[in-house]
Nanobody
């Protein structure tokens, strides 16, 4: 079955950095657009960063542009989110999503990883 497993979350001070990973299995990874979302209690899940199935294009929320970088390794079936200059407002549960480019409506979610930015 399809699994998306996020890792790399934790507690970091403002201005610090973290790198999140999302390892995918059970799917044809190269056929999926990958997206990082985040969610805080009482708020809707918001898109943070997205990368096309080939890795040729990325898209970022305005709030993270210039601070976050998303990448993918289509050999290791893994996507990454490098987060720098973290702010308290970045505190959230971060989720990985895989959406098929060939089968509309087919998408999968990871279980999420907590990121807390606090002094």
């Amino acid at each position: 079955q399809v699994q998306l497993v996020e890792s790399g979350g934790g507690l970091v001070q403002p201005g610090g950095s973290l790198r999140l990973s999302c390892a995918a299995s059970g799917l044809s990874f190269r056929r999926f657009t990958m997206t990082w979302y985040r969610q805080t209690p009482g708020k809707e899940r918001e898109l943070v960063a997205q990368i096309t199935n080939t890795g040729g294009s990325t898209n970022y929320a305005d709030s993270v542009k210039g601070r976050f970088t998303m990448s993918r390794d289509n050999v290791q079936n893994t996507v990454y989110l490098q987060m720098t200059n973290l702010k308290p407002d970045d505190t959230a549960v971060y989720y990985c999503n895989a959406a098929s480019v060939t089968n509309r409506g087919e998408n999968y979610w990871g279980q999420g990883t907590q990121v807390t930015v606090s002094s």
